[in-house]
């Protein structure tokens, strides 16, 4: 796992050393930014939901975003992030909560103008994901949040707010973009 472009291009990712964690695979890391890029979307303020090695967060810092917060819940995937943010030198812009997305959503602060969030289980995550509009994490016609699922799942048509604009398959994998 890598960082695909951006200024911590090339640098390699560590990852939580548990199967507790599946990281996003490069392919499917590079087809989001390429359709965020091709959008138009701002990267300024990400936000990185269930951010296993923080390895689509890092890539939002990479691309240009100024500053993401990271939630995980497993204390080995927070140290992973903590050492990938320090190997990509930005650590000064990430900030960890080593929490469930739930109790970590009350102390954050928005609005984020790029939301991305790989649950374990998306359809089951999706209630949680809807408090982003009602803590006023993301707003209509300002943020983006990217969420990745089974190809196997339909992902809803509204989510937090935001409505589905597109959708990308790879493989296993889709990924539903809101705006």
Same mark, same amino acid.
């Given at each position: 796992?890598?960082?695909?472009?951006?200024?911590?291009? !090339?640098?390699?990712?560590?990852?939580?050393?548990?199967?507790?964690?599946?990281?996003?695979?490069?392919?499917?890391?590079g087809a989001? %930014?390429?359709?965020?890029?091709?959008?138009?979307?701002?990267?300024?303020?990400?936000?990185?939901?269930?951010?296993?090695?923080? *390895?689509?967060?890092?890539?939002?810092?990479?691309?240009?975003?100024?500053?993401?917060? %990271?939630?995980?819940?497993?204390?080995?995937?927070?140290?992973?992030?903590?050492?990938?943010?320090?190997?990509? !030198? %930005? /650590?000064?812009q990430g900030?960890?909560?080593?929490? @469930?997305?739930?109790?970590?959503? @009350?102390?954050?602060?928005? @609005?984020?103008?790029?939301?991305?969030?790989?649950?374990?289980?998306?359809? /089951? *995550?999706?209630?949680?994901?809807?408090?982003?509009?009602?803590?006023?994490l993301v707003?209509?016609?300002?943020?983006?949040?990217?969420?990745?699922?089974?190809?196997?799942?339909?992902?809803?048509?509204?989510?937090?707010?935001?409505?589905?604009?597109?959708?990308?398959?790879?493989?296993?994998? *889709?990924?539903?973009?809101?705006?």
């Amino acid at each position: 796992m890598r960082v695909i472009a951006g200024r911590a291009k !090339g640098h390699r990712l560590a990852g939580p050393p548990s199967r507790a964690t599946r990281p996003t695979s490069d392919l499917v890391r590079g087809a989001i %930014f390429s359709a965020l890029d091709s959008m138009g979307a701002d990267l300024t303020r990400a936000l990185d939901l269930y951010a296993g090695s923080g *390895a689509l967060g890092i890539e939002a810092l990479s691309r240009g975003a100024q500053r993401c917060d %990271f939630v995980e819940r497993d204390a080995r995937a927070c140290a992973s992030i903590r050492q990938n943010l320090s190997k990509t !030198g %930005f /650590e000064g812009q990430g900030e960890v909560l080593c929490l @469930p997305v739930e109790r970590a959503l @009350p102390r954050l602060s928005g @609005p984020y103008t790029l939301v991305l969030a790989d649950p374990p289980y998306a359809l /089951e *995550a999706t209630a949680t994901l809807e408090l982003l509009a009602e803590r006023g994490l993301v707003e209509a016609g300002r943020s983006t949040l990217v969420l990745e699922h089974s190809s196997r799942e339909e992902a809803p048509e509204r989510l937090a707010g935001l409505t589905q604009v597109k959708t990308l398959r790879h493989g296993d994998s *889709a990924v539903s973009v809101y705006r």
